[in-house]
């Protein structure tokens, strides 16, 4: 079985632009969830998408938005970049929930904003 | 603040000693997992263990888990210099299914 899918790995972006990023699950998986890792603040949730509903969602922004696919594919966009959103943006795809079965997360895209 | 934090934030042994890190949580969970991530990659599922579980065991890893003190251990015995990474707990706060990470323990193992 293929493993989970980003894309793109590498990520440069300016101030005040918007950005997409995508993730393949699973085959079979439901469910999406997305993270974004920094130093300062570890690994945090973004929100989980499951049969193409938003199913649970952490302490972002607005400008922090997402979207899933009947095929499972999701893609997570930021709009208006500032420099605190470069990060390394994870997406997992679980069978059927963020925390109530392991998760497979892919390797992830490194955003950076200058 | 996190929901659970794990300790030490950094850990350096030699190759074939035993790793010892530890989680601490502050609210009910659900459910325990314990993650493994290589410099700069994704996170690799290690073991998941419930609430009403106490011990689980996978190959050389061994995870604890005391409700009683919101802790857990994750023991990796004979550690093997492909055991360096990161180790994170995840834990969902009671009712919220949303997972929770701590900030990860580093762990180097030295051949």
């Known amino acids: 079985k293929a493993g989970v899918t980003q894309t793109p790995r590498y990520l440069i972006k300016t101030r005040g632009q918007q950005v997409t990023l995508s993730c393949s699950p699973i085959s079979g998986h439901r469910s999406v969830s997305w993270y974004q890792q920094t130093p300062g603040q570890g690994l945090q949730f973004l929100f989980e998408?499951?049969?193409?509903?938003?199913?649970n969602k952490g302490n972002f922004p607005g400008r922090f938005s997402g979207r899933q696919f009947s095929n499972s594919r999701s893609e997570m966009n930021v709009s208006t970049l500032e420099l605190g959103d470069s990060a390394l943006y994870l997406c997992a795809s679980s069978s059927t929930g963020a925390s109530s079965y392991e998760q497979y997360f892919g390797p992830g895209t490194r955003l950076t904003v200058t | 603040s996190q929901q659970g934090e794990e300790d030490p934030q950094a850990l350096s042994i030699q190759e074939g000693e035993n790793a010892t890190m530890n989680c601490s949580y502050k609210?009910?969970?659900?459910?325990l997992q314990w993650y493994r991530q290589n410099s700069g990659r994704g996170l690799v599922h290690l073991i998941l263990?419930?609430?009403?579980?106490r011990e689980k065991h996978s190959g050389r890893l061994r995870v604890t888990l005391d409700t009683s003190k919101k802790s857990s251990s994750l023991l990796i015995t004979a550690s093997r210099a492909a055991d360096t990474a990161s180790y994170f707990c995840?834990?969902?706060?009671?009712?919220?299914?949303?997972?929770?990470f701590g900030r990860g323990t580093s762990l180097i193992v030295h051949p």
């Open positions: 995840a834990t969902d706060a009671g009712g919220s299914y949303i997972p929770t």
């Open positions: 609210t009910s969970i659900n459910n």
């Open positions: 998408y499951f049969s193409e509903t938003q199913r």
């Open positions: 263990i419930r609430s009403n579980e």
